[in-house]
């Protein structure tokens, strides 16, 4: 493969960071692994495995791990922020604290932010003096990092307001096995990636209810039109949409087994409760708390979503999944274009 030199911090040592930090070590960048366990340090650096999120996967001798984040940080450039939408400020705070030089964050993670209602780029700008921020990147796509650490082929995309640190994020990552696109539709890119995991928590509740492909296919279409809808409110490009981070992603995540939201759902589906679901999972579901953000945004920009508004019933309402299919199928009849017609018509005379 390729050989580059950089070094680069992934702060956060779960799936997806160490997903990554494994194509960074493929194309050759020295990279630091953080995480706050000690103990998993430990594992990396000495078995050069992270059993507990990456079962049965070897790590490259180029991935190092280290438990003390100012270490990890120092003298580096860019860092890839890995961990959970809910972990996002905590650990920012940390960095703000020792940190003298600006940055280029990478954000990978797919949610946003209840009642602030912001999304992951927006937390970074308000969280981080901005003295420490040089650019901030969002990398998003149908990406599992079982599949990705075992260099299946892949894509995603990234996005930014500065296209150059975008694409210079595109030239990090790049290689045989994981294609990276860029998109300069930032609020399209993070509102997919993170409305998609909702989405894919009603998937695993329709399978786990019993029912079959018709209703999935119904769930990622209908699914993509809410997504859409709000999107386009909020000021994304429609296209998006259909692209990797719109359409892909909520593919990706609505039919495998490797989704957590997606095994979640079909949990909850079978009759359990979201508290013990959510024990048992032992990792993120990023969907729980987007699902509260999407709700509360709906109603600020006056957007129909359905499958959102059903979702929150069923993990907070303690509304019977079945009872909520029975709602969503029996809502008035209407028009399966217009509402997203009636927006970007509106859109236009705005212009
Ligand atoms: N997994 C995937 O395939 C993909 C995930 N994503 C997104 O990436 C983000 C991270 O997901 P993923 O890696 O899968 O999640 P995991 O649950 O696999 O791992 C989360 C990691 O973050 C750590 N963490 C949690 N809270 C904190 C905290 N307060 N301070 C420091 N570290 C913390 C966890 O540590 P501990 O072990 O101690 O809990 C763990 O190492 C999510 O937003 C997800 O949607 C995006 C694309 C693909
Ligand atoms: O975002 C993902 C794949 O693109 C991972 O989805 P889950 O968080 O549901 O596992």
Redesign the pocket.
């Known amino acids: 493969m390729e050989q580059k030199r950089n070094a680069v911090a992934v702060?956060?040592?779960?799936?997806?960071?160490?997903?990554l930090a494994m194509v960074l070590a493929d194309n050759g960048c020295e990279t630091r692994l953080?995480?706050?366990?000690p103990q998993?340090v430990k594992e990396i650096n000495q078995s050069h495995t992270n059993e507990?999120?990456l079962p049965g996967i070897t790590i490259p001798e180029l991935v190092t791990g280290y438990d003390d984040l100012q270490k990890a940080l120092n003298g580096i450039q860019t860092i890839i922020l890995?961990?959970?939408?809910?972990?996002i400020r905590?650990?920012l705070a940390?960095i703000a604290q020792f940190q003298k030089d600006p940055l280029v964050i990478v954000h990978?993670?797919?949610?946003i932010e209840p009642d602030t209602l912001l999304r992951?780029s927006e937390m970074i700008e308000q969280e981080m003096p901005k003295e420490l921020v040089k650019d901030v990147v969002v990398l998003?796509?149908p990406?599992?990092?079982?599949?990705?650490s075992l260099r299946h082929p892949t894509t995603?995309t990234v996005s930014s307001r500065n296209m150059e640190a975008a694409e210079k994020v595109q030239d990090l990552f790049i290689n045989q096995n994981f294609r990276v696109y860029t998109n300069p539709d930032l609020i399209g890119v993070e509102i997919g990636?993170?409305l998609k995991?909702i989405i894919a928590l009603a998937a695993g509740i329709s399978d786990g209810l019993g029912y079959g492909d018709n209703a999935k296919a119904a769930l990622i279409t209908r699914g993509l039109a809410e997504i859409a809808r709000l999107g386009v409110k909020m000021g994304a490009s429609p296209l998006t949409f259909s692209g990797l981070t719109g359409i892909g992603?909520l593919i990706v995540t609505c039919t495998s087994v490797?989704?957590?939201?997606w095994r979640a759902g079909n949990m909850l589906g079978k009759g359990r409760n979201l508290e013990e679901v959510l024990d048992e999972?032992?990792?993120?579901v990023?969907g729980v708390r987007t699902t509260k953000a999407a709700h509360q945004l709906a109603r600020k920009y006056d957007v129909k979503m359905p499958i959102t508004d059903a979702l929150h019933d069923i993990l907070f309402g303690e509304v019977d999944p079945k009872d909520a299919v029975d709602g969503l199928m029996t809502r008035r009849r209407t028009h399966e274009m217009e509402d997203l017609a009636d927006i970007l018509s509106e859109r236009s005379q705005h212009l």
């Open positions: 702060v956060g040592a779960g799936s997806w960071g160490t997903a953080w995480s706050h366990n998993q507990k999120y890995s961990v959970p939408t809910k972990a905590e650990v940390k990978v993670s797919k949610g992951i998003s796509g990406s599992h990092a079982e599949e990705v995603v990636g993170a995991n992603d490797h989704s957590r939201n999972m032992g990792m993120v990023e």
